[in-house]
């Protein structure tokens, strides 16, 4: 992707750093595969059946990083909801700025729209989604992840901050 000097410029570096990280990221041609009922009872496997075929995370809150820990110095996250489907949520560096998006999951992508924190501007980015086989996931929820991130369980009241100001 080449960009002009005065589009440059504009940017700030946490913007670039959040441009380069997302465009860097490739899309992964996943194989939904289905849980079969005797795995699981018939409802849970509806459930995990369209969750896999939709490629998409249940609604909740979500946290991904670029590192295993969180809050790590130097290292991308994004804190995230889902709400049927539609997302909401920030990119963000500890102890920077960070940047606001929504979006949805289309095929086997997170399609995000990035507003820039200070001239409100959008751009569109794709992180593509990479869905466990049925075996992997031992017939729970599959822990569905984004490509070049890594799912964090704790959620910081900080995070959570950053999710409200986005939501």
């Not at 000097?5 to 990280?21: A, D, G, M, Q, R």
């Not at 997170?110 to 049925?134: C, E, F, K, W």
């Not at 599959?142 to 890594?150: A, H, M, N, R, T």
Request: net charge negative; glycine share 8%.
């Amino acid at each position: 992707m080449l960009f002009n000097k005065s589009v440059l410029t504009l940017l700030t570096p946490l913007s670039l750093l959040s441009l380069s990280v997302i465009s860097g990221l490739g899309i992964l041609n996943s194989r939904p595969s289905l849980a079969s009922d005797r795995e699981i009872n018939r409802h849970q496997g509806e459930l995990f059946a369209q969750t896999i075929t939709n490629n998409k995370l249940p609604n909740g809150t979500y946290l991904y990083g670029s590192s295993h820990q969180p809050d790590e110095i130097g290292q991308e996250y994004m804190v995230f909801q889902v709400h049927q489907g539609e997302i909401k949520g920030a990119l963000y560096m500890p102890h920077s700025e960070f940047s606001c998006f929504t979006g949805k999951f289309e095929g086997n992508q997170m399609m995000m729209s990035v507003i820039h924190p200070y001239d409100g501007t959008r751009n569109d980015y794709s992180v593509a989604l990479q869905v466990p086989s049925t075996v992997a996931s031992n017939g729970q929820w599959p822990d569905i992840s984004l490509q070049g991130f890594y799912r964090l369980d704790d959620i910081s009241l900080s995070d959570q901050k950053i999710l409200d100001t986005c939501s």
